[in-house]
């Protein structure tokens, strides 16, 4: 049976129960049979796999390698995967540096086929490493077959400290939010931006967030999420947002019923008439 997370509640409360529970619910996902086997195997396994076509050849290990960095759908693309990973990160032609998903970039570089003589998979502490992301991410996906906001929501309490902690300048951060389809999702909604804001021009698109950052934190530069109290009060502007709209979906696919209900009961009259 798959562990299923309990999440009683919808929005910003669903959250709150979420983050009281987090920690037993993390461990009861991880010490599922699933979770065991999939560590045991990658634990025993991965130190003898040097090449990027070694791993990409064990459809096992490859599971797990993809899923510690949210790439899951991509378990068939074997070949992109292989280039990904064999061209590394070290030059900006890279193939993994010119994907817009930066996440694609973290994947190489945490393997380091193409970055080092001696791959990064000989480490002692590098099952460890994988394996956390892993079961991090997975545990979100479990969260996100429940409410998919949630684990919109986790990802971006996970990485904002991070992208915030990062030495780049504030506008490459910008650009590493657009190039994340979670946070940019997040912070879209958050800062009450329509769906169509995704499809207008990148720097059109780092402008208006920066303007909505200054407005909303006082700040417009991306290193202020080092502060938990500002990635909860993002959280929380994102989950009021998509829970008024969902409501408001509601609200609308109610009313249409009604209407179409009423429609037909004149249909009905006029029939009898």
Do not use: C
Not at 199 to 215: F, G, I, K
Not at 218 to 240: I, Q, T
């Amino acid at each position: 049976m798959s562990f299923a997370p309990v999440i009683p509640f919808t929005g910003y409360a669903g959250w709150k129960f979420l983050g009281r529970t987090l920690q037993t619910q993390q461990a009861a996902f991880a010490a599922s049979a699933t979770r065991q086997r999939d560590d045991d195997y990658f634990r025993e396994k991965i130190a003898s796999i040097t090449t990027a076509e070694d791993l990409v050849a064990d459809r096992r290990l490859l599971k797990v390698a993809l899923g510690a960095f949210g790439l899951d759908a991509d378990i068939d693309n074997r070949f992109f995967i292989r280039k990904v990973l064999e061209e590394g990160t070290l030059d900006t032609s890279d193939l993994a540096n010119r994907l817009s998903n930066k996440s694609y970039a973290e994947f190489s570089r945490a393997f380091g086929f193409g970055d080092h003589t001696v791959p990064r998979t000989t480490l002692a502490d590098f099952p460890d490493e994988i394996l956390t992301a892993y079961r991090e991410r997975q545990f979100e996906v479990a969260v996100g077959e429940a409410d998919n906001s949630m684990r919109l929501a986790l990802y971006a309490q996970r990485e904002l400290p991070m992208l915030a902690a990062k030495s780049t300048s504030a506008l490459t951060k910008w650009y590493s939010v657009i190039g994340s389809p979670p946070l940019a999702e997040v912070m879209r909604t958050a800062f009450g931006f329509p769906e169509s804001f995704s499809a207008t021009e990148v720097d059109t698109q780092v402008a208006n967030l920066q303007r909505r950052a200054d407005a909303m934190f006082g700040s417009s530069d991306p290193a202020l999420f080092a502060e938990p109290a500002k990635v909860e009060k993002l959280v929380k502007m994102y989950l009021l947002r998509t829970q008024s709209a969902a409501g408001s979906v509601s609200a609308q696919s109610a009313a249409l019923q009604l209407l179409q209900g009423g429609a037909a009961s004149r249909s009905d009259l006029l029939l009898r008439l």
